[in-house]
């Protein structure tokens, strides 16, 4: 896991609001091995271990494994989409596209992509990408990604939940989505730009004070 990541992370229990603190007991780089995130708030503690931060609230229940989305050039598809090729910044991808983070990786090495899922999987360590294992839709604060991939397949509150993160100007791929998943988009304040079959991209234009505003007034 990225060091800086700590800043973006909150607790799972206590919601957006409550940011959580590092201890690092392993640093390899800028890369964390093993240690805890804690939160000052209601001080639950939670174990990084072989770089995974593990940010379940229930550790010995069976999680939930969603089926990974298959597709030809699918990592190509979410580096272009998001149009983060050549830049520096955070990239998340959900579970059901965790499984091409590595090709992400190779498109764009630039990116730290952050994979958040339920499951963990036997992936090896591995330089920018920072693994997070959460059943809670996500364990981020809001506004501040600049890339933000998911394949909801109609799962609404996955697209609501992903849209809270995607910051101004910053961009929202969806693989695998319906009609309805558009239209959640929209309601969460982002613009769709593009389109076509089961794939779009939406932006966020605005920013969110200003949306609230507007909103009011009318
Ligand atoms: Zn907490």
């Not at 899922?117 to 809670?136: F, M, P, T, Y």
């Not at 304040?189 to 200003?210: C, F, K, N």
Request: hydrophobic share 45%; with cysteine.
């Amino acid at each position: 896991m990225f060091f800086e990541l700590t800043d973006l992370l909150t607790c799972p229990r206590c919601g957006p609001a409550s940011g959580l603190v590092l201890l690092v007991q392993e640093l390899e780089g800028r890369r964390v091995h093993r240690g805890w995130l804690g939160c000052p708030n209601c001080r639950q503690d939670y174990p990084v271990e072989g770089g995974v931060a593990n940010l379940r609230l229930d550790r010995d229940a069976p999680p939930v494994a969603r089926p990974p989305v298959e597709g030809e050039e699918l990592a190509l598809r979410i580096v272009a989409l998001s149009g983060m090729a050549e830049e520096k910044g955070y990239l998340l991808l959900d579970e059901r596209l965790a499984h091409v983070a590595p090709d992400v990786l190779e498109l764009a090495p630039e990116l730290e992509v952050i994979v958040v899922r339920e499951a963990a999987d036997d992936s090896a360590e591995q330089h920018g990408i920072s693994r997070v294992l959460s059943e809670v839709r996500f364990p981020l604060g809001g506004y501040q990604l600049r890339g933000v991939a998911i394949a909801p397949g109609g799962d609404r509150e996955l697209v609501a939940a992903a849209a809270r993160l995607v910051g101004t100007g910053g961009r929202l791929v969806l693989i695998d989505a319906s009609v309805g998943d558009l239209e959640e988009v929209e309601r969460a304040g982002l613009s769709v730009i593009a389109a076509a079959a089961d794939t779009a991209v939406a932006e966020r234009i605005s920013d969110p004070v200003t949306v609230v505003k507007l909103g009011k007034r009318a």
